[in-house]
């Protein structure tokens, strides 16, 4: 029959389960703190680009002449966060303006990666993170940012918890 381990071997046992615990604790709490700090300037170009899409959303309220025009523009705000263009046609178009002129004021991607931040959702590579993506479904044009490890952000979320600034 095996021996019991030592009171000093116990002790010294516990002081060094005790250690990696901590050790391991710490470095877990680092790696989020830097992912998170990663994904803020992503955070920022798809809270941009929502930004954009509320000021075309309500300059189409102040111009809508019909009851059921207004309620179509909302029903695209309120369940996707889109905007409702006219047409399918329009939609594409003002999917290609807004990346255009986001690209040319935010020239360099957020998370540092090569090319823009902002492209067109029916260019997305298979490696699409740290990019948002805009594009036309129908006649309503989207926004949806990508992360750091690829995964689509929720536009609601990110619209409210707005980010400080745009990184980078």
């Not at 059921?68 to 705000?77: G, L, V, Y």
């Not at 369940?79 to 178009?93: D, G, L, P």
């Not at 990666?113 to 805009?134: D, E, K, T, W, Y």
């Not at 129908?138 to 745009?166: H, K, S």
């Amino acid at each position: 029959m095996a021996e019991r381990p030592s009171a000093s071997a116990r002790l010294r046992f516990t002081w060094i389960l005790g250690i990696v615990i901590i050790v391991y604790g710490a470095l877990a709490i680092a790696l989020s703190i830097h992912v998170i700090d990663l994904q803020s300037g992503v955070r920022a170009d798809l809270y941009v680009a929502l930004q954009k899409l509320d000021q075309l959303h309500r300059e189409a309220l102040s111009q809508a002449t019909s009851a059921q025009e207004r309620q179509t523009i909302e029903t695209a705000w309120r369940n996707e966060r889109a905007f409702a263009a006219v047409s399918s046609q329009q939609a594409r178009h003002v999917a290609g303006t807004l990346i255009s002129r986001l690209n040319q004021e935010y020239p360099t991607n957020a998370c540092g990666r090569s090319g823009p931040s902002f492209i067109a959702a029916n260019a997305l590579p298979a490696q699409h993170a740290c990019m948002v993506a805009i594009g036309s479904k129908g006649n309503d044009v989207q926004a949806t940012a990508y992360d750091t490890q690829g995964i689509a952000m929720d536009n609601f979320y990110e619209y409210l918890y707005a980010p400080t600034g745009r990184s980078g």
